[in-house]
């Protein structure tokens, strides 16, 4: 068996190769990782900020629901204090306008009592003259 021995060739291939790594990694592979990583950063701060943007708009959605939940009952609260005022006003309109209902209906009674008594009256006194017509009638 013969031994191998390395000649110079390899050392300096070796040196090259070694020269060669360094020098892209400073040139090439450095600033491409550079890169990488800035453009990581910068995604990962874009989504942070539009997870922030979501929660604002969320936190804004939930407000506005809030104050249209808030204005709704508010103008439910209204409308019913209308609709009692509303009843409360017909229900003394309609009282009021029984009332005077029933003081025309007490002054008609009132008024027809008196006709009836002026008729009697009127009638008493000329009973005697009709009687007297009527027999005088049946007599001849």
């Known amino acids: 068996m013969s031994a191998i021995y390395p000649d110079l060739s390899i050392v300096v291939v ?6 060669l790594y360094f020098v892209l990694k400073k040139s090439f592979f450095d600033p491409i990782n550079q890169i ?25 959605s939930r407000a506005y629901q809030d104050a249209l939940k808030a204005a ?5 609260r209204q409308q019913e204090t209308l609709r009692a005022e509303a009843s409360k006003h017909r229900f003394e309109t309609l009282a009021e306008t029984r009332h005077q ?6 002054a008609a009674k009132e008024e027809i009592e008196g006709q009836v008594v002026t008729a009697k009256r009127t009638l008493e006194s000329e009973v005697h003259s009709i ?7 049946i007599l001849r």
């Open 14 to 19: 070796m040196i090259l190769v070694w020269s």
């Open 36 to 60: 990488l990583l800035q453009r990581d950063s910068e995604i990962a701060g874009a989504q942070q900020e539009a997870k922030d943007k979501l929660a604002q708009a969320d936190q804004k």
């Open 72 to 76: 709704r009952l508010e103008s439910y």
């Open 101 to 106: 209902a029933e003081k025309i209906v007490q």
């Open 131 to 137: 009687a007297d017509g009527i027999v005088k009638t």
